[in-house]
C-alpha cells in the first residue's frame, strides 16, 4: 500500500491499515534505520492509569522505584 505526503507534510494512512490497529486518532512518530515508524497512542489511556493508581495511593516515587527494581540486572 503506498500513502501520498502533501504539500503540507501531510499523511494520510490507508483505511484498512488505520481500522486494523483499533482505529486510533493519535500516533507516536520517530525515525529507525531510515524509516517512519508509526505506533499507535492513546492518549487518554495514561490519565485513566494515573487516577486508578491516585485511588490506591500509588504516588509517582512508587511507581519510579518499581521501574528502578524491575531494571535491576540479577
Known amino acids: 500500500m503506498l500513502a501520498k505526503l502533501s504539500a503540507k ?3 494520510t494512512l490507508p483505511k484498512r491499515v488505520v ?3 483499533g482505529s486510533p486518532a ?3 512518530v520517530h525515525v529507525e534505520e531510515g524509516r517512519i515508524v508509526l505506533t499507535p497512542a492513546w ?3 495514561a490519565d485513566t492509569v494515573r487516577r486508578r493508581l491516585g485511588e490506591h495511593r ?3 516515587a512508587d511507581v519510579a522505584e518499581a521501574v ?3 531494571r535491576r540486572k540479577p
Open 26 to 28: 493519535y500516533f507516536q
Open 68 to 70: 528502578a527494581w524491575a
Open 43 to 45: 492518549p487518554g489511556v
Open 19 to 21: 481500522e486494523a490497529l
Open 58 to 60: 500509588i504516588t509517582d
Open 9 to 11: 507534510n501531510q499523511l
